[in-house]
């Protein structure tokens, strides 16, 4: 009988990310480079230049007006159908799913988690830094707009930035960001680029966010991918924190439900008799209780060998039963053996 320890489905996908000779030798981290310091420290200049502007009732918020009261999807509605669909790319839910679909088949090709890592702690800070705006800046959206050229901030609205703009950059740029080759990044930046920017302006035609809504979020976004090279060494530790909780909960499950191990002395062994037509022999009866039982072969895990390459079970001396005509051979010692006599 062959035993052997039943894998669940999370077992069989950490062996699969285990496998360290199959892992690419350089794995591209980005770090944290001057040029990408310049970047976050402008882009941070922008995002609080627009939140002034609105707190001041600028120019930025007349602006929203004007755009509000040009009503784009009654100067264009036959567009309208289609952008009812493109903007849900910018919504959390189904994006999450798409794209850790595909990020969750890079980390078993390439046998890491942290493309999941990267696109879990990059959400966790959306949700964090967006949010927290939202809820502190109580911004109406241009729907429930109560006085005419109004910033209408701290009156309980969650609109000011636009979260589905900077979900948008957020979950589609992670990509350029996880991208293998530089061809890669860049392609993947410029798509991204787009498909947020087409995302922010559609919810500005449809009229559920204010323009200076989009550019806040716009900003908001790319602040988190900027800032992504900061939580590597965390990304990093994480990874290895998951891999060392799945082998201390492996251990414990395996102190319940060991593998296969030799047998105690005393237990019965639990064998195969082989047919007597194929060439194997039979193997001895040998009681359980007077010497250790061996283990035999056949029960140690691992990948199932042919019956030629298998260590014999038979023990020393002849298996051959005793028959009236034949004739035994003499003895070594001083006694010799009596003469069968045949029947």
Partial sequence: MRTERN??????????????PERPAHIDVSRMSRHRVVLFTATLAFYLAIVWAVSITSWLVRFDWQVMFFRPYQQWPEI?????????????GPTAVMVTAWLGWRSWRQHTLRPLITLGASLLLLN???GAAKIGMGRLGPHYAITIGSNEMGLGGDIFPSGHTANAVVTWGILAYLASTPRARRWLSALSAVTSLGV??????????????VLLGWAAGLLILLALPWFEPLIARAEAWIFALRDSLRSRAGGTAPAPAPAPVGAPVMATRPSPTDGGEMPARGATGSRPARAPV?????????????????????????????VARPATTTTSA?????G
């Fill in 7 to 20: 894998l669940t489905r999370l077992d069989r996908v950490f062996a699969r990310l285990d496998r360290e």
């Fill in 80 to 92: 309208h159908a289609f952008l009812d669909y493109y903007v849900v790319l910018g919504q959390r």
């Fill in 128 to 130: 964090i830094t967006v």
């Fill in 200 to 213: 922010g302006l559609t919810t500005v035609y449809l009229g559920t966010h204010w323009l200076s809504d």
């Fill in 298 to 326: 056949h029960l140690a895990p691992g990948p199932h060998t042919a019956r030629s390459e298998r260590t014999p079970l038979t023990p020393a001396g002849s298996r051959r039963p005793p028959h009236a005509d034949r």
């Fill in 338 to 342: 009596r003469p069968l006599t045949g």
